[in-house]
């Protein structure tokens, strides 16, 4: 008899697991892509401005061993959203018994992307930001700075932070919601130079394919978190930083920061420090020096976004969230 697939929406994630649980299961996932226990081919990328469209979505597929599962993230960005109401991400996350085939469930993929990159970005600032930081950085007042802070709430005690957008209204906006939300005190700023200059962590998460931070105002010591699509730090600074640490190369140099470069031939794997997995496991240290101008560019692996999941599904069949339906 074939078994049914669990069905689970954006709020049903929240009430089968917590942030603690996902910052944790994003932190296992990186010591364990140093083994043989994933599978993770590379990314499919739909770019649809050829067609017009202002969107672009993704195929992530994997395997993970130690959870015995498999599954596909799909999942976009669409620009036009905002204008209708809708979120800019949107997704699906299909999770399936790698024996028989069956779908056993399929999940919003959006609050789960959303949570896992905010959780990513705070392993890689834990791993590589200099000691005793104390201040961040927002570049951009979205969804993602906002996943990311609370998730550095969870790591760090008490953070000075900063935020910068082209928009003056999401600034006060973020204020307000994080302020209330998770009682640090954040600081808006004119423009991003008065955000970024003297900041330990600088964390970018926009929508922009231009340079929003100079490399002048990256001091000595300070670790720069790119997390948007395009190239967010001025090309001066990806250049000559100490240290360029990535979640995977094959991706990064096709998409996010590094991919002009890359494309140019100005920037190579060779000119790659390490991968985030060789930093958590320990492999290769995150930080040599407290002066060390590092950047870490993720563009988001569907490994973590499967593993979050298959916990969120587990949880979810013991505490009896979510409809069931039987695809066969």
């Not at 991706?251 to 997995?277: P, T």
Request: net charge negative; with cysteine; aromatic share 8%.
């Amino acid at each position: 008899m074939s078994r049914k697939a669990k069905l689970l929406s954006y709020h049903d994630i929240d009430k089968c697991i917590s942030r603690a649980e996902i910052l944790n299961t994003v932190e296992v996932v990186f010591k364990e892509q140093n083994g043989n226990n994933l599978i993770i081919p590379p990314k499919l990328h739909l770019d649809m401005s050829g067609a017009g469209k202002k969107s672009w979505l993704n195929a992530l597929p994997c395997y993970v061993g130690f959870q015995d599962i498999a599954g596909l993230k799909w999942v976009g960005g669409f620009d036009d959203n905002k204008n209708k109401g809708l979120p800019y991400i949107m997704g699906l996350i299909i999770l399936a018994d790698p024996d028989t085939g069956e779908f056993v469930a399929v999940i919003d993929g959006a609050n789960i992307t959303n949570q896992r990159t905010g959780a990513t970005a705070a392993v890689t600032i834990k791993h590589t930001a200099c000691q005793g930081v104390k201040t961040v950085a927002f570049i951009g007042a979205g969804v993602q700075n906002r996943m990311t802070m609370r998730f550095l709430h969870i790591v760090y005690d008490d953070l000075e932070i900063r935020v910068s957008d082209i928009n003056p209204a999401a600034c006060q906006a973020f204020k307000l919601e994080m302020e209330s939300e998770l009682g640090w005190e954040v600081k808006v700023m004119d423009d991003n130079s008065q955000a970024a200059q003297g900041a330990d962590v600088i964390v970018t998460a926009t929508q922009a394919d231009a340079a929003l931070v100079m490399d002048d105002w990256v001091k000595p010591g300070a670790t720069a978190v790119s997390l948007g699509s395009y190239q967010e730090f001025d090309e001066q600074f990806v250049l000559t930083a100490d240290k360029i640490i990535v979640d995977d190369w094959a991706q990064c140099s096709h998409r996010g920061e590094l991919k002009k470069l890359a494309e140019r031939g100005s920037i190579d794997e060779k000119n790659i420090y390490a991968h985030m997995s060789e930093i958590v496991a320990g492999l290769k240290p995150g930080r040599t020096s407290q002066n060390e101008r590092i950047l870490t560019h993720l563009v988001g692996l569907g490994v973590h976004d499967i593993a979050v999941s298959y916990k969120a599904w587990k949880q979810a069949e013991k505490l009896g969230i979510g409809k069931e339906f039987s695809f066969i």
